[in-house]
């Protein structure tokens, strides 16, 4: 098991048991060895009295000194102890291991024992004899005969035997602590694994939640701390568990918010540091917003007004708006307002709110053109109208042929109005958006013949041929037979106004796999390339005095346009100029068969 704290336990607990141990050996060790030797000292001191009482009562009635060995020989050799005399100057005279004893053997201070008996009284030593090469403990006490120190009485003991039955103790001693310091150590090992078991479990599962495994928990059976630590462990994890969801939630909610609002959105921290961008900011701002996180605003969108903005609303702590205009093709026009962001620490960044209102500045530039358009429209017979209204007034006199010829202008200019009228009415209704038309499976020739037959009496006026050329079968298509007629005779207006006197206006309807068209073909004078995508534009007019003499409102071909939107499909222009122009409305074939009877118009 790789646990620190397990080593740290159980290096301690091993410290402690040696310790114990070690003292307690040591203390046992000790005692013992002090005990032999005072068991020793008792069997030496009973041996010194009894032999000090021998050697008096031997000397005082005057026997010999080989009589006083001879005894003690006997004694000492029963006794197991050797036993020697020493004169008053501390010299040997009797010795119970030697038979006759050399009056110089050895000198005096070799005998540290004899020499303090001599000078007090009894004197315990242990050293090496030197006679005997091994170690001795030596008992003397001093030897009085007829009230006068007359020697010393010396007896002593070999050590070595006592040494080997002290050796052989301490090695059982030894051998015993070592068992049990083994076992103590064993069950010490057990025993930090039990305590460090939950702690380490504890720790594995921390590491776990702090990875985010909030399911994690420890097993909690026993009662004591590390039981109760266990489960308020548990309990702690629960709650994480509860916040840290509450907060995700919380976040995803509110990452969702962002996600799915139309505006962008940029929350900066008071460094001007990105902390969130939404996709529609990201797409405004032509950044990535999963990279841009705490990054500084301004190195992202090198946009000198974006963080002008930002700092400005930190500085004011006010709602700051501001309109810019990014340089691309097309130019985008952008609205940034961005308020401060107030926490309970006081200021901590700003948001950005961010709008793309190209389209809306675009809309209303075309509104604001459209009015004037339409009131510079208006203006025209209206001060035609009011002029000629003003000269009758003014002449009451005047003869009844020039008032019939002024009233045939007035009539002239109220049918110009009520053109225009008509054909902003038109455009209004098939504007996109506007549009209440309901598309449904028709034949397209149906519109084609009816808007022939309408303009019939125009051509014939002007002398122009209409030839008309209709597939067999019928076309459809998803569309509204009035709006489409509409459509197709004022393409058809237009070319029969255009066209040469004399000249030949063709009428086509064709399709291919997927699409119907509809071409309308005159050999009038064609467009300059120019003008031919602006063409489809409410008021575009080529020329516009002679669209004005023809009678046109400039209208015509935006409500084609829109007409053909309607119904999924587009307008376009063929020209070249002096040669003649093809108008074509193409539009999607209806995927149902038609409800009801096609209707033929002859
Ligand atoms: P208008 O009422 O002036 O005809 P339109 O929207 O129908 O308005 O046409 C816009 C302009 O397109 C016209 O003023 C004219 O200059 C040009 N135009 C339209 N049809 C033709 C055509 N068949 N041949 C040449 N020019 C045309």
Redesign the pocket.
């Known amino acids: 098991m790789n646990s620190r704290f397990l080593w740290k336990l159980f290096a301690g607990y091993a410290f402690l048991i040696l310790l114990a141990t070690g003292l307690v050996g040591g203390l046992v060790g000790r005692s013992i060895s002090s005990a032999t030797l005072s068991e020793t000292d008792v069997r030496l001191q009973s041996v010194a009295v009894l032999s000090r009482a021998l050697a008096v009562d031997a000397l005082e009635s005057g026997g010999s000194a080989d009589e006083l060995g001879s005894l003690l020989r006997s004694v000492g050799a029963s006794l197991d102890a050797r036993i020697t005399l020493f004169d008053a100057d501390g010299a040997p005279f009797v010795d119970s291991q030697l038979e006759a004893v050399a009056p110089t053997a050895g000198p005096r201070t070799q005998r540290p024992e004899v020499t303090g008996a001599l000078a007090s009284e009894r004197t315990v030593v242990t050293r090496w004899s030197a006679s005997e090469g091994r170690r001795l403990r030596f008992l003397a006490l001093p030897l009085e005969v007829d009230g006068r120190r007359a020697g010393v009485v010396r007896v002593s003991l070999p050590l070595d035997a006592l040494d080997a039955r002290l050796d052989e103790l301490k090695e059982a001693l030894f051998v015993g602590t070592s068992v049990a310091i083994l076992v103590a150590l064993g069950l010490g090992y057990l025993y930090a694994r039990r305590v460090t078991r939950p702690l380490l479990e504890m720790a594995d599962a921390a590491t776990d939640i702090a990875a985010g495994a909030f399911d994690r928990r420890v097993e909690s059976a026993s009662n004591d701390e590390l039981g109760r630590l266990a489960r308020a462990f548990n309990s702690m994890s629960r709650e994480l568990r509860s916040s840290v969801e509450a907060m995700l939630s919380d976040r995803n909610k509110l990452s969702a918010i962002l996600a799915s609002m139309v505006e962008g959105v940029v929350a900066v921290d008071r460094d001007e540091r990105v902390v969130h961008m939404n996709a529609v900011a990201g797409r405004l701002l032509k950044v990535d917003p999963r990279r841009v996180s705490s990054h500084p605003i301004w190195e992202i969108t090198r946009i000198h007004e974006v963080s002008q903005v930002l700092s400005e609303s930190m500085e004011r702590r006010a709602l700051v708006e501001r309109e810019i205009r990014l340089a691309g093709s097309p130019d985008r026009i952008l609205r940034l307002a961005s308020s401060p962001l107030e926490t309970e620490q006081g200021l901590s960044g700003a948001v950005l709110m961010l709008d793309d209102v190209t389209q809306l500045r675009h809309l209303e530039t075309m509104r604001r053109d459209f009015v004037a358009n339409v009131s510079h429209e208006l203006k025209t017979p209206i001060t035609a109208i009011r002029g000629l209204a003003e000269t009758l007034i003014d002449d009451p006199d005047v003869d009844g042929e020039t008032r019939g010829r002024f009233l045939g202008r007035v009539l002239v200019q109220v049918e110009r109005m009520a053109d225009l009228v008509n ?1 902003l009415l038109s455009l209004a209704r098939f504007e996109s958006g506007a549009s209440d038309l309901e598309p449904s499976p028709m034949d397209l020739r149906l519109p084609v013949r009816l808007s022939v037959r309408g303009l019939t009496t125009a051509s014939e006026t002007k002398g122009v041929q209409l030839h008309i050329d209709l597939p067999a079968e019928p076309v459809l298509v998803d569309g509204e037979e009035e709006a489409l007629r509409q459509a197709v005779s ?2 058809l ?3 029969i ?3 040469p006197a004399h000249s030949a206006v063709e009428v086509r309807v064709l399709r291919d796999a997927t699409h119907a068209m509809v071409e ?1 073909e ?1 050999h ?4 300059e390339p120019v ?1 031919q995508a602006r ?2 534009e409410r008021f ?5 005095a ?3 003499e ?11 346009k829109h007409i053909a939107l309607a119904f999924g499909g587009e307008v376009s ?1 063929d ?1 070249q100029p002096g040669r ?2 093809i ?1 074509r409305i193409r539009m999607p074939l209806a995927v149902e068969e038609p409800t009801g009877a096609v209707a033929h118009v002859g």
């Open positions: 054909d004022n393409l207006d237009n070319a106004k255009y066209a309308v005159d009038g004078p064609g467009i003008h063409l489809f575009y007019r080529v020329d516009k002679r669209s004005r023809l009678g046109g409102t400039g209208l015509g071909l935006a409500i084609v222009v020209s003649g122009s108008f």
